[in-house]
């Protein structure tokens, strides 16, 4: 079985400039997670779909970022524009299950350094 | 507000040795609890959750919902065990799933 996959895995741009991320979870997973880890701390949930709507959102900066999963497959994570705070690890997650106690499946993650 | 503590940023003990990672919650209502790793150069994965009330690797953790608490134990570390730890707290829908600040562990041989 083919894990989460994560692209590009690495990223490096300048403050004020656009970036997107991509992922593709696992296939036949309903659930998917956007985190963001900062260098020192836990991963930070960003959002959370079920299928292609939003289950929770409430910790994504809006102003600055978006994330869409249109065809409750593949999922892009926007950042427009990036701040020096932004650098991080964003890290991608998906679950067969839509409950609380089912697996949640980590990809490998992008390391954003803003400049 | 903090959900989940972990006290220790980093954590020593010699193969053989006990180990036991310390984990804190705050939620209102009753929270599924998780213990997440990820060795050297591989990806986040779980390690095990309360509501299976089983071991993994040697692991256990148990839920003390009146101290709040969901430490990690083992009784014997091994040097595979190095890696950093999390644990995590979800809400029962699924929702709201929040991580520690983690805790480096180190087994030295």
């Known amino acids: 079985e083919a894990g989460v996959a994560q692209s590009p895995r690495y990223k490096i741009i300048e403050k004020r400039q656009s970036v997107a991320f991509w992922c593709n979870p696992i296939?036949?997973?309903?659930?998917l997670y956007w985190y963001q880890q900062i260098l020192g701390q836990g991963p930070k949930l960003l959002i959370q779909f079920q299928n292609n709507g939003v289950v929770d959102d409430s910790q994504l900066p809006k102003d600055r970022f978006s994330a869409e999963r249109l065809k409750g497959v593949d999922s892009t994570l926007k950042i427009q524009p990036a701040k020096l705070e932004d650098s991080a690890v964003y890290l991608c997650?998906?679950?067969?299950?839509?409950?609380?106690?089912?697996?949640?499946?980590f990809g490998p993650g992008t390391r954003l350094t803003v400049l | 507000a903090q959900r989940v503590t972990q006290p220790e940023k980093l954590l020593s003990v010699f193969k053989g040795a006990p180990v036991e990672l310390k984990c804190n919650y705050s939620?209102?209502?009753?929270?599924?609890l998780f213990w997440y790793v990820q060795y050297s150069r591989q990806r986040l994965q779980l390690l095990l959750r309360?509501?299976s009330r089983e071991s993994i690797k040697g692991f256990t953790a148990d839920l003390n919902k009146g101290e709040t608490s969901f430490h990690l134990k083992k009784p014997f570390a091994q040097e595979e065990d190095s890696a950093m730890y999390y644990c995590a707290l979800s809400g029962q829908a699924g929702n709201q799933f929040y991580f520690g600040t983690g805790t480096s562990l180190t087994v030295i041989p």
């Open positions: 997650a998906s679950k067969l299950l839509a409950g609380g106690t089912d697996t949640q499946y």
């Open positions: 296939s036949g997973h309903a659930t």
């Open positions: 309360h509501i």
């Open positions: 939620y209102s209502g009753s929270p599924e």
